[in-house]
C-alpha cells in the first residue's frame, strides 16, 4: 500500500505562482510514476503532469509552459510549481501514484487550488 499526502493548496490571484507538493509513504518502491490530476467543479478528473521513474514528464496542452513536475534527486515527494495560473486553473489537484502496469492505483485526498481576483 501507498499513502500520499498532499499540501499546498490555496488562493492565488491570476499571473500567481503557487507549489503543490505529494510525500509519498508506504511501499514506495513499488512506485513507477506519478502524476497530478485536476478536477474542477462539473468537470471530469483530468491529468496535469506525470513523472515517472527515470524523470520522464508528460504535460496537459493546457499547462504546458507553465507548469512544472519534479522530483528533487535522492527525495521521493512530488511537486508541481505553477506558474502564470489562471482563474481556469481552479480544482481540486489530486495526487497519483501507480506500479508499471498500473495494476495498483493510489490517490491522494486532494488539494483545492482556487485562482481569482
Known amino acids: 500500500q501507498v499513502q500520499l499526502v498532499e499540501s499546498g493548496g490555496g488562493l492565488v490571484q491570476p499571473g500567481g505562482s503557487l507549489r503543490v507538493s505529494c510525500a509519498p509513504s508506504?511501499?514506495?518502491?513499488?512506485?513507477?510514476?506519478m502524476a497530478w490530476y485536476r478536477q474542477a467543479p462539473g468537470k471530469q478528473r483530468e491529468l496535469v503532469a506525470s513523472i515517472d521513474s527515470g524523470g520522464s514528464t508528460n504535460y496537459a496542452d493546457s499547462v504546458k509552459g507553465r507548469f512544472t513536475i519534479f522530483r528533487p534527486n535522492g527525495r521521493n515527494t512530488v511537486y508541481l510549481q505553477m506558474n502564470n495560473l489562471k482563474p481556469e486553473d481552479t480544482a481540486v489537484y489530486y495526487c497519483?501514484?501507480?506500479?508499471?502496469?498500473?495494476?495498483?492505483?493510489?490517490w491522494g485526498q486532494g488539494t483545492q487550488v482556487t485562482v481569482s481576483s
Open positions: 508506504g511501499s514506495i518502491f513499488s512506485i513507477y510514476a
Open positions: 497519483n501514484a501507480r506500479n508499471f502496469l498500473s495494476t495498483d492505483v493510489y
